[in-house]
């Protein structure tokens, strides 16, 4: 295997934030038509996607700039950290979907329902 270098770890830099870039924005848009009706409801979840945004950002660039100094460590690092995004995003959701049935069944009504 060719070792990576500084230039190929940063164009996959660049073009995974663009893909991370890309998911966001999609996730952003369902979240705003899913809670079109519900104003508050809403505001919480902008406040959460954009958090989550701007630390995705700020991990790429930390990585890129790990990858443009030690390419090798970079090239891992883009390779480790999406799989350990995917694995805690499925393990948050399936909190998530735990508190939500038991907010459900402890109070009658789901959770973050707005009269």
């Not at 902008?46 to 991990?59: E, Y």
């Not at 508190?99 to 707005?114: C, D, F, H, M, Q």
Request: proline content about 4%; aromatic content about 18%.
């Amino acid at each position: 295997m060719v070792a990576p270098t500084s230039f190929s770890a940063f164009n996959f830099g660049l073009v995974l934030i663009v893909i991370l870039l890309q998911q966001e924005l999609l996730s952003y848009s369902i979240t705003k038509d899913h809670f079109r009706k519900m104003p508050k409801s809403f505001k919480f979840w902008r406040r959460v996607w954009t958090i989550r945004l701007f630390s995705t950002i700020l991990m790429n660039i930390a990585i890129m700039i790990i990858a443009i100094i030690f390419p090798f460590y970079g090239h891992w690092l883009f390779v480790i950290v999406p799989v350990f995004n995917f694995l805690f995003r499925m393990v948050n959701d399936r909190n998530q979907e735990e508190e939500v049935y038991a907010a459900t069944r402890s109070i009658g009504v789901p959770y973050l329902k707005e009269g």
